[in-house]
T-cell receptor, first 114, second 112 residues
């Protein structure tokens, strides 16, 4: 597609519920990143994929967070047993090149845990 | 890891005036510094970037300067327009590294 597409745009989850957030990167982009953006803050790194390989997951805040990209294209970020502190905008970005230089962000999914 | 600080957190200017946003970073290995503009409800959009072998880069009304010795870089917007109103983020990274380190953002308001 023309840009990075994320769905849903908004998600309200009850505390303890599991959620799955989807990212469709730009076609052919090798690198894919997930970031978490709390209200009024800059994005913070969660994880990085090169094709289907998850090369860096150092930013995932807990073992409740899990990301996958099984076919090297679409990626899903899953959060189990959501907590209020998980409320944030989750941004996906993709790049045609290895590493982070020159990547394009999606519009994000705003997750609210109530 | 890298620590990026950004100032000011909010900035209001009259249309036509200039706006300057400043960032500092801590890791001397960082060598790529992009600036992103984020409008309400949208993801960050790259507006300009600079690499460590360059001291200044300009693109129409937008310019970025880099002082590697002092570890700071700045965004300059001249002849501001109302459509420049948004949140601006600086970032730093070791190029080809895995993650950007973002500043905390500057909310710019251009008053018509």
């Amino acid at each position: 597609g023309a840009g990075v597409s994320q769905s849903p745009r908004y998600k309200v989850a009850k505390r303890g519920q599991d959620v799955a957030l989807r990212c469709d990167p730009i076609s052919g982009h090798v690198s894919l990143f997930w970031y978490q953006q709390a209200l009024g803050q800059g994005p913070e790194f969660l994880t990085y994929f090169q094709n289907e390989a998850q090369l860096d997951k150092s930013g995932l805040p807990s073992d409740r967070f899990f990301a996958e990209r099984p076919e090297g294209s679409v990626s899903t970020l899953k959060i189990q047993r959501t907590q209020q502190e998980d409320s944030a905008v989750y941004l996906c970005a993709s790049s045609s090149r290895q590493g982070s230089s020159g990547y394009t962000f999606g519009s994000g999914t705003r997750l609210t845990v109530v | 890891g890298e620590n990026v600080e950004q100032h000011p957190s909010t900035l209001s200017v009259q249309e036509g005036d200039s706006a300057v946003i400043k960032c500092t970073y801590s890791d001397s290995a960082s060598n790529y510094f992009p600036w992103y503009k984020q409008e309400l409800g949208k993801g960050p959009q790259l507006i300009i970037d600079i690499r460590s072998n360059v001291g200044e880069k300009k693109d129409q009304r937008i310019a970025v300067t880099l002082n590697k010795t002092a570890k700071h870089f700045s965004l300059h917007i001249t002849e501001t327009q109302p459509e420049d109103s948004a949140v601006y983020f600086c970032a730093a990274i070791v190029e080809w590294g895995n993650q950007f380190y973002f500043g905390t953002g500057t909310s710019l308001t251009v008053i018509p």
